[in-house]
């Protein structure tokens, strides 16, 4: 067996291939700031770059082998790089205990999938979540008509599939509502409800997906184009900038963590999985099967719940349903802040 610490050259190769793999993982996380709007290749590189981590799993493995001073200088450089990509633990905040014990409103977002799965059963889950407020996407005639029967327990709902795909139901009393028209976007629900005497802002969401450009030679796809979705973005923060009053944003918003639209979202609202998950949040595709096998997780985290300073989350869950949409739902716990 050969001894890894006692074989110079292996052991040069090694630490020459970790400090590189370092340097690449730097220079991408680098162009993703500056060049993801220009660059097709590096937004669409930046957005699965959680892969890019797991790929160098062997590499990690013979840099732990080594433990020599550069070695472990390495592993914990592309450990501090993975945790400023992807945060996999809320705050220490959120896991100190909460100061005050005021009313709370769970919040869930779904995306239905369209007809990939019976309306009853898009029904019953989200009948168990038992959500005060909930926000579906991809919603037909004949899922909206069976929501508005099965989910007695929401008094308050909103569905006009001539309009759109995303609908509202609610525990809460709605005050009022209105649909806003993002230019060449999805329209989109502006909802207010009364939560114990306090209006609350709801917009359910859910934005184009991104451009695609594919390889002229093979299938597969060599960049992502985020102009469009990156406007919808800029419109719904206009929206939402005028409201004095809490505010919560939700749905599926076809934009990845590592992207400038929600790096744009989360200057001025907070990610409520961030504040209060646990793990990666991915939410995309579920159920997806390759080769015929299915994979045991989503790629990709599109679906969110935002809200504004006047809330915290005290609970975020993603929640992956075998067999029924290609959406994990996502679920918060919310509260409003006491007064300073």
């Known amino acids: 067996m050969i001894k890894l610490a006692n074989n110079h050259r292996f052991r040069g190769a090694i630490h020459a291939a970790g400090l590189l793999y370092l340097i690449g993982m730097a220079a991408l996380l680098i162009a993703n700031h500056f060049l993801r709007p220009v660059s097709p290749f590096v937004a669409l590189a930046s957005t699965f770059n959680l892969y890019l981590y797991l790929a160098a799993l062997p590499l990690v493995g013979c840099l732990i082998l080594l433990r020599t001073r550069a070695a472990i200088a390495i592993l914990l450089l592309l450990v501090a ?19 005050s014990r005021g009313p709370t409103v769970s919040a869930m977002t779904f995306n239905l999938g369209l007809s990939l799965t019976s309306p009853d059963q898009l029904a019953q889950t989200i009948a168990a979540a038992q959500a005060d407020i909930v926000a579906v996407q991809e919603m037909t005639d ?21 309009i759109a795909s995303t609908g509202f139901f609610s525990k809460l009393p709605i005050l009022g509502y209105q649909w806003l028209y ?20 709801i ?10 450009v594919w390889s002229e030679t093979r299938p597969l796809p060599r960049g992502i184009i985020e102009t469009d979705l990156e406007s919808e ?8 900038a005028g409201v004095a009053e809490p505010v919560v944003v939700l749905g599926d918003f076809n ?5 400038h ?21 991915r939410t995309f595709p579920n159920n997806f099967r390759l080769a015929g096998v299915r994979l045991p997780f989503p790629l990709v985290r599109i679906d969110y719940v935002f809200h504004s300073p006047h809330l915290a989350t005290t609970a975020a869950t993603v929640n992956c349903v075998e067999g029924q949409s290609d959406h994990c739902a996502v679920l918060v716990v919310l509260k409003a802040k006491e007064p300073r």
Do not use: C, N
């Open 81 to 99: 790089l993975f945790l400023v990509t992807h945060p996999v633990l809320p705050p220490v905040s959120a896991i100190l205990p909460e100061k």
């Open 142 to 162: 004949q899922s909206a008509a069976v929501l508005a029967a099965e989910l007695a327990a929401y008094p308050y709902q909103i569905s006009d599939t001539a």
């Open 182 to 201: 993002p230019p060449d976007g999805r329209p989109f629900l502006h909802v207010v409800v009364d939560q114990k005497g306090t209006d609350w802002h």
């Open 203 to 212: 917009f359910p969401i859910h934005f184009y997906p991104p451009g695609i």
């Open 233 to 240: 973005v800029a419109y719904m923060l206009q929206q939402v």
């Open 255 to 259: 934009m990845s963590d590592q992207s």
């Open 261 to 281: 639209a929600y790096a744009a979202i989360t200057a001025s609202l907070q990610d409520s999985f961030r504040q209060a998950g646990f793990g990666l949040g």
